[in-house]
């Protein structure tokens, strides 16, 4: 028995502003009226400067087998956004980040897989790791590093399959230069 069969996770519910209004179990809040709720996602990229790229588990209540960025989640009550990547990181890949740095802190978006709707402010973190990563099957059915072009290119390419929340991280990470910027400032001396 894993330890999200075993205790409730709880989501920070938002007002449209972003503040805080309460909580709710994570396994109650995505549906067919999905609350405006604080999320995260993250882009780990490994020594050589590639982005680990998920395929999330096929068991996932939401876009289950989708490829997507690194790692993605929600911060508990109390928790900060950076600690929640931290968490996650560990948990999904068996990985610490190292350079954590917030690029997007403001992004927010809705999507529908046609059956759920994600609704969330989901502020957009960019990292290092190193090692090879340790999959927790109920979140990551695989991973692949591939250079950060590669991985743009399809998410913003028409009919891409990649998430949707990617999808559109990438385009203002691009547009941001955001990405250029940390693999520069982050590159092993």
């Known amino acids: 028995m894993t330890v999200s069969e075993t205790?409730?996770?709880?989501?920070?519910?938002l007002a449209e502003d972003?503040?805080?209004v309460g909580t709710a179990d994570k396994a109650t809040v995505h549906g067919p009226d999905t609350p405006y709720h604080l999320a995260f996602s993250c882009y780990a990229f490994d020594a050589d400067g590639r982005l680990l790229v998920t395929r999330r588990a096929r068991t996932k209540r939401t876009w289950p087998g989708v490829w997507t960025n690194s790692c993605c989640g929600h911060p508990g009550p109390d928790e900060m956004p950076g600690?929640?990547?931290?968490?996650?990181?560990?948990?999904?890949l068996g990985m610490a980040p190292e350079h954590l740095r917030l690029a997007l802190p403001r992004f927010s978006y809705r999507a529908f897989d046609g059956r759920v709707?994600?609704?969330e402010l989901c502020p957009?973190?960019?990292c290092r790791v190193s090692g090879e990563p340790i999959l927790d099957p109920t979140e990551v059915e695989d991973v692949v590093a591939v250079p950060w072009e590669e991985f743009a290119e399809r998410a913003t390419a028409p009919g891409s399959d990649v998430s949707p929340w990617a999808q559109l991280q990438v385009r203002e990470l691009v547009d941001g230069g955001h990405i250029t910027r940390f693999?520069?400032?982050t590159a092993p001396r």
Not at 7 to 13: D, F, K, M, R, Y
Not at 83 to 91: C, F
Request: charged share 30%.
């Open 124 to 126: 957009v973190f960019l």
């Open 117 to 119: 709707w994600e609704n």
């Open 183 to 185: 693999l520069a400032e």
């Open 18 to 20: 972003g503040t805080p």
């Open 7 to 13: 205790v409730s996770e709880l989501v920070v519910l």
């Open 83 to 92: 600690e929640a990547v931290r968490r996650r990181l560990e948990q999904e």
